[in-house]
């Protein structure tokens, strides 16, 4: 094959790989942006807002990652992990005494004329769904920001396919017409001994 015929099909397949990265990176700048605004509206409509950061409901230690959003309204998956995990969590152990809803719920079950029982049960049941929509729009969030991170190494490869095509098609330019990319060589001559 000839080198300037294998040139130019490496730079046309270059290009092509650079369109094709494009649209990627489009897709996924689109998804990014879908994901982010989706999340950021639904938990706006929520009202959530974080308590201040020198309120008495954040003093203790074990809510210390809920100060950094102090008197916010949750708009972002960062703000809803932190709120679901160190403001609902502590919570719902306190209130279920560190047993989850399953564990509650068995209780109430085998006690069923227990009505103080049967007010925890719902109460942590509630605060668990809560708390499980929360980890999901954060889960959302981070798929949204992956998709960031990789738009932008689509770009990045698209913007380096098209820069090894240029250089293929240079290459090609400067490369004699009857040069052959994988021409066999003549065995090297023998030596003669002496």
Request: charged share 10%; hydrophobic share 50%; proline share 5%.
């Amino acid at each position: 094959m000839r080198r300037r015929t294998f040139d130019t099909l490496a730079s046309v397949a270059g290009v092509g790989m650079a369109v094709i990265l494009i649209i990627a990176g489009g897709l996924l700048t689109w998804g990014h942006s879908f994901i982010t605004n989706e999340v950021h509206t639904q938990l706006a409509a929520q009202k959530i807002y974080f308590p201040p950061a020198n309120s008495a409901a954040v003093k203790a230690p074990e809510f210390a990652p809920m100060r950094q959003y102090g008197g916010e309204l949750m708009t972002s998956g960062a703000q809803a992990q932190t709120y679901a995990n160190y403001f609902i969590a502590n919570h719902l152990k306190e209130i279920g005494g560190g047993q989850t809803y399953a564990q509650l719920s068995a209780k109430s079950l085998a006690q069923p004329n227990n009505a103080a029982l049967a007010g925890q049960v719902q109460t942590v049941f509630r605060g668990e769904t809560l708390r499980g929509l929360l980890l999901n729009a954060y889960a959302f969030w981070e798929i949204g920001q992956i998709m960031a991170i990789a738009a932008i190494t689509a770009f990045a490869g698209a913007l380096l396919m098209l820069i090894l095509s240029g250089l293929g098609i240079a290459h090609q330019r400067r490369t004699p017409r009857d040069t052959e990319v994988f021409a066999p060589h003549a065995p090297p001559a023998k030596v003669a001994a002496s």
